[in-house]
């Protein structure tokens, strides 16, 4: 692990927001957010309820508009492109709360997550890919997505978020509501995401969960950057272990 990190530390900056600033109206939900993700790592963004983790991720897409900063992929500034130009470039979100289509079936939300790509011919190559990855959304591939657990429909909306081909995967609350075992499936395919060489950038609450699955953390309180580093530095800081579990601060 520790090998890992110091290669990953080292690698090509793959996403970075620079002083990024986004209002509702006049107020701000972030606040000169800076942060960034290398190739191959898996950064976590922690914070309590209403921190700006979505926000953080809806600005990295397109979809809220960051009213000052920079936002840059591949180093390349991506503020004036749309949503879809940047899911082109090999970014793509896997939103809170899912946001799958209910009366679809598992293969048509799959195929709606590649509804952009030019090479449709691939998509059903990815699809049973996608397959290999979650049997379970295979053997439920004519099933309508409102009829599965909450855990299946988690599995469906990283499916379909994969289906893009993306380089880096966005994850939003992935482990929301969803029970112990369910979240160690989410962590062991995450992990297994990154050792195929995806880049993850994942938002979560369950921070136990976060910061052992990431190689990197930062911290998101009241729309600013309050911690940054390892995650494994960051689970011994007596704010993250106050905050996040349960610890006293200085204490055990
Ligand atoms: P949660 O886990 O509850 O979604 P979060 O960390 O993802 O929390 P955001 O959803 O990004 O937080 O919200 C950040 C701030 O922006 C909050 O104060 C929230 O009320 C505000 N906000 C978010 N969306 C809107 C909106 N559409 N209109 C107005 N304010 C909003």
Same mark, same amino acid.
């Given at each position: 692990?520790?090998?890992?990190?110091?290669?990953?530390?080292?690698?090509?900056?793959?996403?970075?927001?620079?002083?990024?600033?986004?209002?509702?109206?006049?107020?701000?939900?972030?606040?000169?957010?800076?942060?960034?993700?290398?190739?191959?790592?898996?950064?976590?963004?922690?914070?309590?309820?209403?921190?700006?983790?979505?926000?953080?991720?809806?600005?990295?897409?397109?979809?809220?508009?960051?009213?000052?900063?920079?936002?840059?992929?591949?180093?390349?500034?991506?503020?004036?492109?749309?949503?879809?130009?940047?899911?082109?470039?090999?970014?793509?979100?896997?939103?809170?709360?899912?946001?799958?289509?209910?009366?679809?079936?598992?293969?048509?939300?799959?195929?709606?997550?590649?509804?952009?790509?030019?090479?449709?011919?691939?998509?059903?190559?990815?699809?049973?890919?996608?397959?290999?990855?979650?049997?379970?959304?295979?053997? !439920? $591939?004519?099933? &309508?997505? +409102?009829?599965?657990? #909450?855990?299946?429909?988690? /599995?469906?909306?990283?499916?379909? @978020?994969?289906?893009?081909?993306?380089?880096?995967?966005?994850?939003?609350?992935?482990?929301?509501?969803?029970?112990?075992?369910?979240?160690?499936?989410? !962590? $062991?395919?995450? &992990?297994? +995401?990154?050792?195929? #060489?995806?880049?993850?950038? /994942?938002?979560?609450?369950?921070? @136990?969960?976060?910061?052992?699955?990431?190689?990197?953390?930062?911290?998101?309180?009241?729309?600013?950057?309050?911690?940054?580093?390892?995650?494994?530095?960051?689970?011994?800081?007596?704010?993250?272990?106050?905050?996040?579990?349960?610890?006293?601060?200085?204490?055990?």
């Amino acid at each position: 692990m520790k090998l890992r990190l110091s290669t990953l530390i080292s690698g090509a900056v793959m996403l970075e927001l620079e002083h990024v600033t986004v209002q509702f109206g006049k107020r701000p939900a972030l606040r000169q957010v800076s942060l960034l993700v290398r190739q191959g790592e898996i950064v976590a963004l922690i914070g309590a309820n209403a921190a700006g983790k979505t926000t953080t991720l809806r600005s990295i897409m397109g979809l809220k508009e960051a009213s000052a900063g920079t936002i840059r992929f591949d180093g390349e500034n991506i503020a004036q492109l749309s949503t879809v130009d940047r899911v082109r470039r090999g970014l793509t979100l896997s939103p809170e709360g899912r946001q799958i289509f209910p009366k679809f079936t598992v293969y048509e939300n799959l195929l709606m997550g590649g509804y952009h790509r030019a090479d449709r011919n691939k998509l059903d190559n990815d699809i049973s890919r996608v397959f290999e990855l979650f049997p379970r959304l295979g053997e !439920r $591939r004519h099933q &309508r997505a +409102l009829s599965m657990s #909450g855990g299946e429909q988690q /599995m469906l909306a990283i499916g379909r @978020a994969l289906m893009s081909r993306p380089r880096c995967l966005l994850l939003d609350e992935p482990t929301l509501g969803l029970a112990p075992i369910v979240v160690e499936e989410i !962590r $062991r395919i995450v &992990r297994g +995401l990154a050792a195929d #060489g995806m880049t993850v950038l /994942m938002a979560e609450q369950n921070a @136990a969960m976060a910061l052992d699955v990431a190689d990197r953390a930062y911290v998101l309180e009241s729309g600013q950057i309050s911690l940054e580093g390892t995650a494994a530095a960051l689970k011994e800081t007596p704010e993250v272990r106050k905050v996040y579990f349960g610890a006293r601060a200085g204490g055990n």
